[in-house]
């Protein structure tokens, strides 16, 4: 049973213009979300998260955007730049239980 | 500051032997867990550690695999009689602290092939 799912395995973005990564959840008790990247041969490292509480939370490029009724979330990248290429990773959690994945979005950013 | 570390950080195994994995969580966080990434496959939940609570084990795949937790620091990831099929990078992860909803710290993984 997949409670986090991000549909798209792949996309490719042109580099100035705005990447969105999206997710899609079934869980309607999780009350915080987060992104992370992951380069090759590397651990993912975290970027952004958000509360239910929100609707938006903003870092620099990076904004993640919270739809509780669609249990939806999406992350957007603007202005996309090269080193942003890695793959995306989505996770829900409800309070203090296990964080959860989605299966991950290859963003590859091209020149 | 010393990030999650792993060790092994390769480990090459012939099918039906034991592995260990170990994790060196981050100082102080109360959360562990294992995760393990099959060739382009996500990042699959394996086991969660939260405090003194009893473990998340709801993500393990068979009893071959178990992992434990000593004095609320380091983590061990044991694998029996391996199979072909368990060989994916394996990654842990270690979070919490004083507050509820914190960020994960994850290691650079452990990659396991069994030939």
């Known amino acids: 049973d997949q409670q986090v799912k991000q549909n798209s395995p792949s996309l490719s973005v042109q580099e100035g213009r705005i990447s969105i990564l999206n997710c899609d959840y079934t869980n309607s008790m999780f009350d915080y979300f987060l992104w992370y990247k992951k380069y090759p041969a590397e651990g993912p490292t975290f970027l952004i998260s958000i509360s239910s509480i929100k609707d938006k939370n903003e870092d620099g490029r990076f904004t993640v955007f919270l739809n509780k009724s669609a249990k939806h979330l999406s992350l957007h990248i603007v202005p996309s730049q090269p080193g942003d290429s890695a793959v995306y990773f989505c996770?829900?959690?409800?309070?203090?239980?296990?964080?959860?994945f989605g299966q991950g979005t290859r963003l590859t950013i091209n020149p | 500051g010393a990030g999650v570390s792993q060790s092994p950080s390769n480990k090459v195994t012939e099918k039906g032997k034991d592995v260990e994995l170990r994790c060196d969580p981050i100082s102080g966080h109360t959360a562990l867990y294992w995760y393990r990434q099959s060739l382009g496959q996500g990042l699959e939940f394996l086991i969660y550690f939260q405090g003194n609570s009893a473990p998340d084990k709801s993500g393990l795949p068979s009893d071959r695999f178990s992992a434990e937790r000593t004095g609320g620091s380091v983590s061990t990831l044991t694998i029996q009689r391996t199979q072909q099929e368990d060989s994916a990078v394996y990654l842990c992860a270690s979070g919490g602290g004083a507050g509820l909803h914190n960020e994960q710290f994850f290691g650079p993984g452990t990659r396991l092939t069994v030939l």
């Open positions: 996770g829900a959690k409800v309070g203090a239980q296990k964080l959860v």
